[in-house]
């Protein structure tokens, strides 16, 4: 695991090991935050839980290729059967790296039920393979797409 390009934790797993599981601790701030596999296995890494300040934890997954992206951000705090917040998440910002230079359409979903649909939809531009965007205030969760125009 890398923070702003420097080597803060290595983890190696057993031959037979599955899964596994770690944290890191990152300074208040921008970073770039990296998960690098140098072995000769395959790995699929479920999820990224960011835990931001004013108490949210942000879950991130999602999928990304060249030219697309699809994302989902989801409050850990505000889903069934946990506690649940009462506050929506503000001011979040992103930036996706290796995406292809050029003009995207940044599309936001509703996701809950019966309210679903496109909230906002803007272009966002990449420079030099990053793409970085800002999300809407939001409670519960949204999905994120971005297509090259």
Request: glycine share 8%.
């Amino acid at each position: 695991m890398f923070v702003d390009d420097e080597k803060i934790k290595t983890i190696e797993l057993e031959e037979d090991q599955r899964c596994g599981w770690d944290t890191i601790s990152v300074p208040a701030g921008q970073h770039r935050i990296q998960v690098k596999n140098s072995g000769a296995d395959w790995v699929e890494i479920k999820f990224y839980e960011f835990t931001a300040c004013q108490h949210h934890a942000v879950k991130v997954q999602g999928l990304a290729g060249l030219t697309r992206a699809y994302l989902w951000f989801s409050d850990v705090g505000n889903q069934v059967h946990r506690e649940t917040t009462t506050d929506p998440i503000n001011f979040l910002s992103a930036t996706l790296h290796d995406l292809q230079d050029g003009a995207y359409l940044m599309e936001v979903y509703n996701t809950k039920p019966g309210a679903g649909g496109v909230i906002q939809e803007n272009a966002v531009e990449c420079v030099n393979g990053k793409l970085a965007f800002e999300l809407p205030s939001f409670m519960h969760d949204i999905a994120v797409k971005f297509k090259i125009l």
